[in-house]
């Protein structure tokens, strides 16, 4: 008995001996879980007008040379995008910023000028009292922010050139145009991509 007793001692004690990094503290082989998602990226222009949205300055013969028409506004534009390097807004005149006669291929007596002024926040619109011509392309850049997220706005005014004469000797010349008739054209388009 005294045999069996000394056995099972030494056999308990070296069970409680082993070292601590092998005994079992729960999972040794843990589960990693890799999670991920996808966002679309999106650099769009909203108009809450149908397109193309048509501009009538009216009856330019009604209006001084040197004089322009009233402002015909378009509002309501936005500017949405998602992208974190920003966007850039580009504003393209076919007829590089005149209207043409209908017809014609331009020139001197077949051609009306115009301007636009660009108003709006976080860098797309000018500087108060700016008025630009379409003559060459408008690129506006502007930096990815909570603006573009959520939905910039913006707006241009155009303002077409008037095309009577003043100040004619003979009144009994009537009125006179330094244009020939006609419908006088030009198509502008605006436009928002991705950096």
Known sequence: MKKTLALIASTTAVAFAAPVSAQSTGNQNPIVHELEGEVAGICTLADFQASPIQIDFGMLSDVDVGQQTNPAD????TVICNDPDGGT???TSQNQGILKREGSNGGAQNTVGYTVVLSGGSGLGDPTGTVRTLGNPVQKTFAASSAFLNGQSFSL???ANGVRETGVANA????RTTVFAGIYTDTVTVAVTAN
């Open 157 to 159: 005014s155009f303002r």
């Open 89 to 91: 807004l580009s504003i």
């Open 172 to 175: 009994n010349q009537g009125t």
């Open 74 to 77: 378009v509002n309501g534009m």
